[in-house]
């Protein structure tokens, strides 16, 4: 694929902004779903306007890519995103994110991989699979998807970083999102010197990454069918409905009128409203 | 009432092995849930060797406390313990708790309050009210007990002692038991001399816990009296109930048999397991 489309746009694996190890890992982990999972994911159906935007001053650039799963998949569909912003410090903010949300043909947790960099030493990361049930009231579910998995091991690798930090989000209601083997560090490289971020990121969390995708797709996207009963389909599919919307409103309709103006915004959250 | 009773054992509200600052704050939390609850709480009807009872060499003691809410009340059991134990190193490890349970003639959360101390400058703190129902099915129940409430300012200020950091449980159970406001911290003060840990206690710790614990009371366990349909209260049982006995056997379970011996540790499970 060229790197930028005819008209002169970036196109979505290009990952323009992001930093080295990021990009490389994300293109890594997008090929990684695209040759287990095939045509169980259709193509990308998003309008060219919501694929790539900016704002007017050419400050802020984004890109969207989302692909709803087959119908016979457990995949409601995976939406994977980068941003960047120049902030007024001269500095500049890049999320880049791979996310999955499943549908009620399973109840096997939803996919989240986050990257947020404000700067050459400052990360926030995120890699969990989101429980769709209450783990106190169905600790076989806690058992299956996160004691008799390598997820733990993964967040303990990850722990350990001296200049990682547990990150609490400042919404209460993506504190309560995650599982209890969810990786959410803040990484602060400034006193490390040198490229130790990149290190970091290419010896540790590329690993755990790959690591956290494989579990999702061998168990989650690619597990045993399950026999869902009508009345766990219901309430599968009134919680993720919660968690679908409140997750994007949390996440993107609270940065993106900031970065892109109220009116690119309401457009994008239109579109992506009328998917979910 | 005495400092000892007749027979030479320590009473309940002596916590003879508690730090000053930890002792001092847990009298006065348990004398504002008297004063506040009075007759809504039954008199202790634990066996006199559950009440307090030791190892045989003599380097463990403990006593607990339960008692029951009244029929008319919102509370299943509050309980308190103390537990102290020498340690191989010559240190002693001290773990003072009071929790509460709550019936299911209202949905409002649990109350957990425990200090586990290991040595005169380490601290595990839990400071938490255990929501009751999934937080992402029920945005409206994070709002009532959680966004609307003073407890994440509480969180914020213990989170900014320079000696604290987040403490996450070896149990994926347990950490998935609190809230997105809990205080779930680990305090080191050895490179911070003197009695440092003393006066975190006094001047940061009390206050928080007092709040927490009044929020609770005036919110939870005095709160207005609720309509829970049957379908919802057999839910509430069901899960209070895992809630429990899980708690216990994780809390209690792990610990008792190495501190005080097989044959103890049953005699006090089995006790505590027969009013669950």
Redesign the interface.
């Known amino acids: 694929r060229s790197s930028m489309d005819s008209d002169g746009r970036p196109g979505f694996k290009d990952f323009p902004y992001a930093s080295p190890p990021i990009k490389d890992l994300m293109i890594d982990l997008i090929s990684t779903v695209e040759n287990r999972l095939d045509s169980l994911l259709l193509p990308c159906t998003l309008p060219q306007d919501v694929q790539y935007f900016e704002n007017q001053s050419g400050t802020a650039h984004a890109s969207l890519l989302l692909r709803s799963g087959a119908p016979s998949s457990s995949i409601d569909f995976m939406l994977s995103s980068w941003l960047h912003c120049e902030l007024p410090t001269g500095a500049a903010l890049n999320i880049t994110s791979l996310s999955s949300y499943m549908n009620s043909s399973t109840d096997a947790p939803h996919l989240v991989i986050e990257f947020i960099q404000s700067s050459p030493t400052s990360l926030v990361l995120i890699l969990d699979l989101p429980p769709r ?5 169905h ?1 076989e579910y ?1 058992k299956t998807f ?2 008799d998995t390598q997820l ?1 091991k993964q967040r303990q690798v990850l ?1 350990k970083i001296s200049e990682a ?2 990150y ?1 989000s400042p919404s ?2 993506i ?3 995650f599982s ?2 969810a990786v959410v560090l803040r990484v602060d490289t400034s006193s490390s010197g040198g490229d130790r971020l990149e290190q970091i990121l290419r010896d540790d969390v590329s690993n755990a990454a790959q690591e956290v995708l494989n579990t999702w797709l061998s168990l989650c996207a690619l597990g045993e069918k399950q026999d869902i009963g009508d009345d766990e389909k219901a ?1 599968l599919k ?2 993720d409905s ?2 679908k919307s ?1 997750s994007i409103e949390t996440d993107i309709g609270s940065s993106l009128p900031r970065m892109f103006g109220q009116e690119k915004a309401d457009r994008v959250l239109e579109v992506l409203q009328a998917i979910l």
Chains 1, 2 share one sequence.
């Not at 049930?133 to 009231?137: S, T």
């Open positions: 049930k209450d783990l106190i009231l600790p806690l996160y004691e733990e722990d930090q547990l609490v209460l209601y504190r309560s999102v209890p083997t309430c009134k919680r919660l968690y409140k």
